[in-house]
């Protein structure tokens, strides 16, 4: 095979990977919904990118989801197939301003994975479209980390049902208008609706290094630190670490020790709040539990089980979201049950990288 034989080939088997798409096509299940005497007219599409969106599909690559044969006809057809759309009926038109699936991990076991659908219902008057109504609205679901096939098969069971509330919540939106509040069906939905478009919150896998330097210490101490974004909520991240410090000369001397050296393995609880993207502030309260050796002036060594409690406030920068390098800086205060102190307050300087 030639040189160029082998470059087409090798364009090809790209495209196919870069392009490769999953078609979602909506079930025709009709919806049990009264008191209604109207069909939809047509549908636009205004959303810029046509796309659901860029997820793992069922075969656990990434491809591009869409909705089959188009966004328009799908929505048109799935409503229309609940409405009478008899020569008397009122006809809507839609606007999908926007329709999208997300997915991403809220823990080190769990994945949320929702859709948001935004649409605007108008009517025609003296051949321009007045508005009558516009919905948001998100339909979440959460799966084991190990469920991604399932995730998969079940993005149009999701988006189905986000059609469906819009459409309930747009009829109910017109009885309220037309007849006595008393006498609304009960099966309208009257769940509330999202205000506006919050991004699903991405999960940072961060790895850091932090020196640490106290009143009677320093040290260092590595750490794997899991959690999913938020632009409001407090964050929880799930945090293992391990760490090694060494007690200051001077206090050997008052204490009378060589050397002291202690290990331990922590957890806890530590929190995070965003404060502009890619700047979180901090707080954390832990339990570092380990081993404390000491080598008296006799070169007698001793080992005692160590456990003690800790606060920390620092700043973590965080200014790539997919892949790069992070930096903090903190201050702490701990109790321990140690040969040389109980109490120590010191700061820390962190570096890392999030993957």
């Given at each position: 095979m030639s040189t160029t034989q082998n470059i087409k080939l090798l364009l090809v088997m790209v495209s196919a990977n870069i392009f490769s798409q999953e078609n979602i096509v909506l079930q025709?299940?009709?919806?049990?919904?009264?008191?209604?005497?109207?069909?939809i007219k047509e549908v636009q599409d205004e959303r810029f990118r046509k796309q659901l969106g860029f997820l793992e599909g069922s075969t656990r690559k990434k491809k591009v989801f869409r909705l089959y044969p188009s966004a328009a006809v799908s929505v048109k057809d799935f409503m229309n197939i609940s409405l009478s759309g008899s020569d008397a009926s009122r006809p809507v038109y839609i606007k999908i301003k926007s329709l999208k699936i997300e997915q991403s991990k809220r823990s080190i076991s769990e994945i949320t994975t929702r859709v948001f659908v935004k649409l605007v219902f108008l009517e025609k008057e003296k051949n321009t479209l007045k508005e009558l109504f516009t919905i948001s609205h998100y339909e979440h679901q959460y799966f084991p980390i190990s469920s991604l096939t399932a995730i998969a098969e079940t993005h149009e069971k999701r988006i189905r049902a986000a059609l469906e509330y819009c459409l309930r919540s747009f009829i109910h939106e017109l009885l309220k208008n037309d007849v006595d509040a008393n006498k609304l069906p009960q099966e309208i939905f009257e769940k509330a609706a999202a205000d506006t478009y919050v991004p699903l919150g991405k999960w940072f896998n961060l790895l850091t290094y932090k020196k640490i330097y106290s009143k009677y210490n320093q040290g260092w101490r590595v750490s794997y630190i899991g959690f999913a974004d938020n632009e409001k909520d407090f964050m929880m991240p799930f945090v293992m670490s391990y760490e090694r410090y060494g007690v200051k000369s001077k206090r050997l001397i008052e204490k009378r020790f060589t050397a002291v050296d202690a290990y331990t393995i922590g957890g806890g609880f530590e929190g995070y709040i965003k404060l502009i993207p890619g700047l979180y502030a901090s707080f954390g309260l832990e339990i570092p539990m380990g081993i404390e050796i000491t080598k008296d002036l006799?070169?007698?060594?001793?080992?005692?089980?160590?456990?003690g409690a800790g606060a920390t406030q620092g700043l973590k920068i965080i200014p790539w979201r997919d892949f790069g390098v992070i930096i903090g800086v903190g201050v702490f205060q701990q109790v321990r049950n140690s040969k040389l102190y109980t109490t120590d307050l010191g700061f820390e300087l962190e570096v890392g990288i999030n993957f």
């Open positions: 025709p299940l009709p919806l049990e919904i009264q008191n209604q005497s109207l069909y006799n070169n007698n060594k001793r080992s005692r089980f160590l456990i």
